[in-house]
């Protein structure tokens, strides 16, 4: 009889190449490129579980397999790597105490593959802990905590699922919509849905294009049924074209401008890309990281955003692997990865939450209007309130920061992301803005999702430390507001605040704007994804 866990070491290429034998892979694609990234995450020791129960190709059997002449089984098989040699645990006595001593690797574990009991598709699902990425112009910005539960022990992995395209069965598509999908089910509580879910979500109704193959959707997926899959999922989805897909690309904005926004807000990307070498089908990828790059103001456009500065996107690959770098330009295009955005970007697709009514573009929009404003009337405002204030002893407006109001504002670098309006409050408390502007913030309102805009000069973006990053000025837009008006809630330039507010009592009245004056002239931090203060940022007093 097979034993029901097996555990080995991880110390050699031997080791590495007996874990295939153990495994009995066949597949040379995806899971030969999750085994690399494991091996270079500092995968030491494994432990195998040689039957599995996975709800997901549960649902794939009863809904496919069950039904072929072939028989197929159901049990799946899972794969456990961890940064130590776990071999030790074959000498101890009791289950009792192997359970608690995997209970007590939390620090080790760096996450799991299911492989399906499907000799062409064989991993099911994988999650790799994010947090073992070390290179400072990396950033993963879609991550979410798995748990996991082993011979009687709890552990968990922060990270992005990824799944296998069965062909039998769905395209790269649906495996795009599921990593998606299992995402928001993990991070934000929405519904789980399984490939099967998603076919079904997908193809109704079915048209002619995707009955060209059996069963229906097996081959590919047009855009408008990611939408209609993405949309059974109560995401409100926001679709916009690649400049691959149109004869005049220049019409269009830059897709990576558009996708830094979702990915800054922890929002992964569909990406779809053109077939290769000519291919009519083809194929989708998942944006969830980026890494940066440093760009001198010469580099930057007029009215520039940080998405200047990505030099990939970090995309999920079902046929590649995790984190394959997907090059922004076509001038770094290299061998490592077939693609380009720039070049072969068809569309991408942005599953925003259902609570959101504007886009991360029109709220840019609206920001850098109310700060070109605001720069030319700052004086105005000013005055109008120490007047209100009845306070004289308030200076001009360009000695509060001589930096910020010697660039036109054009030249501002911003940064939109959206966020949960109590989390915007919190960091904002917790950051080195003037205590006018936290006096009147403390008490205001917000709504489940703003838009946040940061604006800085070119050179205080320099270097990946986000403790030596400075933010000038920002905007904050309510997500549930229209782009026509009435839906900017804050701005905030040195040397004034604004405040939109209303009277509880008489909520249908106009809103109502209140001025805050101040010399306080300090640039602050920006947002940092998981970050809820600043305090190790400080200045160690001597």
Request: hydrophobic residues 40%; aromatic residues 10%.
């Amino acid at each position: 009889m097979q034993a029901p866990i097996k555990i080995g070491a991880l110390l050699s290429n031997d080791d590495w190449n007996a874990l295939g034998e153990v495994i009995e892979a066949e597949d040379g694609g995806l899971l030969l490129s999750l085994f690399e990234t494991f091996r270079a995450a500092g995968a030491k020791g494994f432990l195998f579980e040689c039957a599995y129960i996975d709800r997901d190709f549960s649902a794939a059997y009863s809904a496919f397999y069950a039904t072929l002449f072939h028989p197929y089984l159901k049990y799946c098989r899972r794969l456990h790597f961890f940064t130590e040699d776990l071999s030790y645990l074959g000498t101890i006595p009791t289950a009792e105490a192997v359970s608690r001593e995997i209970g007590s690797k939390q620090s080790t574990y760096l996450g799991f593959i299911v492989l399906r009991p499907v000799t062409h598709a064989p991993v099911g699902s994988a999650v790799l802990a994010s947090d073992r990425v070390t290179d400072a112009s990396i950033q993963i910005d879609v991550r979410a905590t798995h748990p996991v539960h082993l011979v009687g022990a709890d552990l968990q992995v922060v990270g992005f699922p990824i799944t296998q395209q069965d062909t039998r069965v769905g395209a790269c598509a649906q495996a795009a919509i599921w990593m998606a999908g299992r995402h928001f089910h993990r991070d934000h509580g929405g519904p789980w849905f399984s490939l099967p879910d998603i076919n079904d979500a997908a193809l109704k109704p079915t048209d002619n294009f995707i009955a060209r193959s059996l069963p229906a959707g097996s081959e590919f997926l047009t855009p408008d049924n990611i939408v209609r899959a993405l949309r059974a999922m109560d995401r409100h989805p926001v679709f916009h074209l690649g400049r691959a897909a149109v004869d005049k690309p220049d019409q269009l904005r830059p897709l990576h401008e558009i996708i830094g926004r979702y990915l800054d807000s922890g929002i992964p990307v569909i990406i779809g890309l053109r077939g290769r070498d000519g291919a009519t089908v083809g194929h989708a990828v998942v944006a969830t990281g980026r890494v940066m790059r440093e760009a001198r103001d010469a580099d930057l456009p007029d009215n520039p955003t940080s998405a200047e500065m990505i030099s990939h996107f970090l995309v999920s690959d079902d046929q590649r692997g995790v984190d394959r770098r997907l090059p922004v330009r076509a001038a770094d295009r290299s061998d490592e990865y077939p693609w380009t955005l720039e070049d072969d970007a068809v569309y991408a697709v942005t599953p925003l939450p259902a609570k959101v009514f504007m886009t991360g573009e029109a709220a840019e929009t609206l920001s850098r209007d109310f700060i070109e404003s605001c720069v030319a009337r700052i004086d105005e405002y000013r005055q109008l309130a120490r007047d209100r204030a009845g306070d004289a002893s308030l200076g001009v407006a360009n000695t509060v920061d001589p930096s910020f109001f010697a660039v036109p504002p054009s030249r501002l670098v911003a940064r939109t992301y959206l966020t949960h309006g109590w989390r915007y409050k919190s960091r904002a408390l917790r950051n080195r803005l003037p205590a006018a502007f936290k006096s009147e913030l403390i008490g205001k309102q917000f709504p489940r999702y703003v838009w946040v805009t940061e604006f800085s000069l070119p050179d205080d973006l320099r270097g990946f430390d986000m403790c030596q990053r400075k933010v000038r000025a920002h905007v904050v837009v309510d997500a549930t507001g229209s782009r026509f008006g009435e839906s900017t809630l804050v701005v905030q330039i040195p040397g004034l605040s604004m405040f939109w507010t209303f009277d509880a009592s008489v909520p249908v009245t106009s809103q109502r704007l209140v001025l805050r004056a101040t010399e306080e002239a300090d640039a602050y931090y920006p947002k940092v994804r998981g970050w809820f203060d600043y305090d190790h940022c400080a200045v160690p007093s001597s």
